[in-house]
């Protein structure tokens, strides 16, 4: 069964700086865009970011654009995401997700359990 | 930004219960919009994809329809596992946005 598995999240000052992964397993996540989309405490679903198949294409919400960047290793079966210049409204549960193609224009169809990364001083 | 808006945000029901919610986007999205279904501390799930096809293990009591800006999903005959919040996303460009949300409470 297809399984994503996100780690990395914890407290972080704001400011500071925080790296997500995300490991597949049961599919090679070389054939898929992948995504990242946050839920903040008691909020509703924000896209994030994502990434085609290959990594030469990347997309960021405006609210993150010039502070994280999304990348892959696909001989690791890894997406990564580095946050830096956190703020506290960058606080969220961040789920990584498999899209249903390799380029764009695909909803998500698989999800991790999510990881929380808290903003606060 | 293509705006996604739900509603109702929240309604009470029972089981048995048919129910339906509505998405409009605020530009033309095609058949690029995605429902998913989430439980308090799950990830989403995906339960419609290009705005009417059902998604692999997604019971036949869930549907979509609707292109352009106007979409629905109906959940016929309630059960209890499907008590739950609901989102729309339009996937149609970048960057990606998702309704409010519709919470389904017990009556």
């Known amino acids: 069964e297809v399984h994503l598995l996100e780690s990395g999240g914890g407290l972080v000052q704001p400011g500071g700086s925080l790296t997500l992964s995300c490991v597949g397993s049961e599919f090679s996540v070389s054939g898929y865009a992948m995504s990242w989309v946050r839920q903040a405490p008691g909020k509703g679903l924000e896209w994030v970011s994502s990434i085609s198949s290959s990594g030469g294409t990347t997309y960021y919400a405006e609210s993150v654009q010039g502070r994280f960047i999304v990348s892959r290793d696909n001989s690791k079966n890894t997406l990564y995401i580095q946050m830096s210049s956190l703020r506290a409204e960058d606080t969220a549960v961040y789920f990584c997700?498999?899209?249903?193609?390799?380029?764009?224009?695909?909803?998500?169809?698989?999800w991790g359990q999510g990881t929380l990364v808290t903003v606060s001083s | 930004a293509i705006r996604m808006t739900q509603s109702p945000s929240s309604i009470s029901v029972s089981t048995g219960d048919r129910v339906t919610i509505t998405c409009r986007a605020s530009q033309g999205i095609s058949s690029y919009l995605a429902w998913y279904q989430q439980k308090p501390g799950k990830a989403p799930k995906l339960l419609i994809y290009a705005a009417s096809t059902l998604q692999s293990g997604v019971p036949s009591s869930f549907s979509g329809s609707g292109s352009g800006t106007d979409f629905t999903l109906t959940i016929n005959c309630l059960q209890s596992e499907d008590f739950a919040t609901y989102y729309c996303q339009q996937y149609y460009n970048y960057p990606y946005t998702f309704g409010q949300g519709t919470k389904l409470e017990m009556k």
């Open positions: 997700a498999r899209d249903r193609c390799s380029v764009a224009n695909c909803p998500s169809d698989f």
